[in-house]
């Protein structure tokens, strides 16, 4: 059993920063990659970032310069650093790991629950 829990949600006016953390537990053999994922209302799910796990990166050009994705192998975490939030940022945003556990041979993707963020003043 495998679950992937974030953290780090809430409300924050325009111009501030959050930091969302998003830890994967279980019966985990190795992670490839990680990532964040947002949906806002009445919108597809979109990728905002995501992180190899020799660190590569790759983000939304609408986070670009504003968001840094960054991960602790260590722990089976990834973050979120949000700065200079906008409106538009508002969503909720879904943690993602493309991994394998013990007894399988494939990679296989998890989904976190998701936590909102609201960027409002």
């Known amino acids: 059993q495998v679950q992937l829990v974030e953290s780090g949600g809430g409300l924050v006016q325009p111009g501030g920063s959050l930091r969302l953390s998003c830890a994967a537990s279980g019966s985990i053999f190795s992670i490839n990659a990680m990532g964040w994922y947002r949906q806002a209302p009445g919108k597809q799910r979109e990728l905002v970032a995501s992180i190899t796990s020799g660190g590569s990166t790759n983000y939304a050009d609408s986070v670009k310069g504003r968001f840094t994705i960054s991960r602790d192998n260590a722990k089976n975490t990834v973050y979120l650093q949000m700065n200079s939030l906008k409106p538009e940022d508002t969503a909720v945003y879904y943690c993602?790991?493309?991994?394998?556990?013990?007894?399988?041979?494939?990679?296989?993707?998890?989904w976190g629950q998701g936590t909102q963020v609201t960027v409002s003043p």
């Open positions: 993602n790991a493309d991994l394998k556990t013990y007894g399988f041979t494939r990679y296989k993707e998890y």
